[in-house]
């Protein structure tokens, strides 16, 4: 007897399966979601099966369309083509060179104690705010400091990409490549100011080297992320790209990309890629409060490694173009002070002496506005702007001057390799000698003229002492601080600081721009002035 399939459909009480092309489109609509949260179930090949049995022309419809929502199918084309350019980096430094290292005040480092930095990032899970295995790593038995990282090769010859951080002080270098082969290399250059190193492999000619890309990623765009996390080498994952132009308080050219593929100590240097198989970012940083991937890592531009990792390989520095001005954004309360339209430009604090700013007129208050016509919108964007230019450069600056527009043609100087904050030479620990000082009225602090209080120098007033419930003290006023200028006007005593303030007051100033010194350095501060 011949076993034979049922026909369901000659039983009266049967009644065919309803798939209509709603619950199919329903379908196709939970597969575009699925994809777009970026869940790992490319492909939805389960939905493919149910929907290929209908043969009719609107349910081939839905069927293309559930496979074209249901794109991107996975990543294997992608990191087939660019894992074989992702290397290990495993470096030695003598235990001597890394202790004298943690002893010194180096200005470049991002770890300075107390800064940003070293409060809120650590360098994938680094203890301390340190990079990991440089300073606190595990320790070998023979006096070296072992630490480990990523890095990729962008030349067939041999040159490849980390951070300065992972190789910083080594004196061995060697690479584990993805096919587990080991080679010595040596560090050619390093920039310690965005955290760059160029390294070269050397024994081989032939290397499988991957390209930076010549674009902007945009937010949303998919990005994988490959390194050696953990030491475990040859790791990829996957995320989007989260945000771009991120300050993370590492310094004046910070303009990173934040992504979110989960990164871990040891992929410090590693490669972030574009579907294209481009590299858009070196890989440097995680916000991780205990030590792992949260989904928040900050990866260097493409366009600036470009640019750092070309000096480097000529002459093994970075040289950077300097205007040598102190200077700080522009807040809606200082546009107000100033009477510009829009909070933007860069506000100079203080024009370094002898510098070219200073020599080509630029004085502290000046806002400037462009460079070389393309308008600058905060400090952060001047600072990469001027930065990007080789010294000896001529430019031309757009400076608002005490209210009017004028341009200003100077020639750049080369940033020094560490710059020092002049202090004064005097000692402010005697200001507590000074008399009560006077009242301003409505700030909410007391003034005296500087030259009446050891230590403060012979230039204008005092502040000896602050409501803590005032808007001077909401402002960061605090005792010790000298009060140079009042609403551009310099000022020697409480008198001048009143006169001042009666005249922001009678121009309809909502706030008054004040110039403070304090601990050897320059700033401007807006105070909001009380009505009546």
Known sequence: MT???????????????????????????????????????????????????????????????????????????????????????????????????????????????????????????????????????????????????SGFFISADGYAVTNNHVVDGADKVEVTTDDGKIFKAKVIGTDARTDLALIKVEGGSDFPFTKLSDGKPRIGDWVLAVGNPFGLGGT??????????????????????????????????????NTEGEVIGVNTAIYSPSGGSVGIAFSIPASTVKSVIAQLKDKGSVSRGWIGVQIQPVTADIADSLGLKKAEGALVAEPQANGPAAKAGIESGDVITAVNGDSVKDARELARTIGGLAPGVSVKLNVLHKGADKVVNLTLG??????????????????????RGTDVPKLGMTVAPANSVAGAGKDGVIVTEVDPKSAAADRGFKEGDVILEVAGKTVTNAGDVREAINAARADNKNSVLMRVKSGGSSRFVAVPLAKG
Not at 75 to 82: C, K, M, S, T
Not at 111 to 128: L, N
Not at 249 to 266: E, L, R, S, T
């Open 3 to 149: 076993d034979r399939p049922t026909d369901l459909s000659s039983l009266p009480s049967y009644q065919p399966p309803r798939r209509s092309l709603f619950s199919a489109r329903k379908f196709a609509l939970m597969a575009s979601v699925v994809a777009g949260l970026g869940v790992a179930v490319y492909g939805l090949g389960s939905l493919q099966g149910p929907v290929d049995i209908f043969s009719s022309p609107a349910h081939a419809q839905v069927n293309n369309e559930v496979r074209k929502v249901a794109q991107p199918i996975g990543f294997a084309d992608i990191v087939e083509h660019v894992k074989p350019s992702v290397i290990s980096v495993k470096v030695n430094i003598n235990e001597k060179v890394a202790s004298k290292d943690d002893n010194s005040n180096n200005d470049d480092s991002p770890f300075q104690p107390g800064s940003p930095m070293e409060r809120f990032f650590r360098r994938f899970g680094g203890p301390d705010g340190l990079p990991p295995g440089m300073r606190g790593g595990p320790r070998g038995g023979h006096g070296a400091v072992t630490g480990q990282g």
């Open 236 to 273: 990829v994952t996957a995320g989007i790209v989260s945000a771009s132009g991120r300050d993370i308080g590492n310094g004046p050219y910070d303009d990173f990309i934040q992504i979110d593929a989960p990164v871990n100590k040891g992929n410090s240097g590693g490669p972030a890629f």
């Open 414 to 435: 080369q940033l020094p390799n560490t710059i020092e904050a002049k202090a004064d030479s005097d000692n402010n620990d005697d200001k507590g000698s000074a008399t």
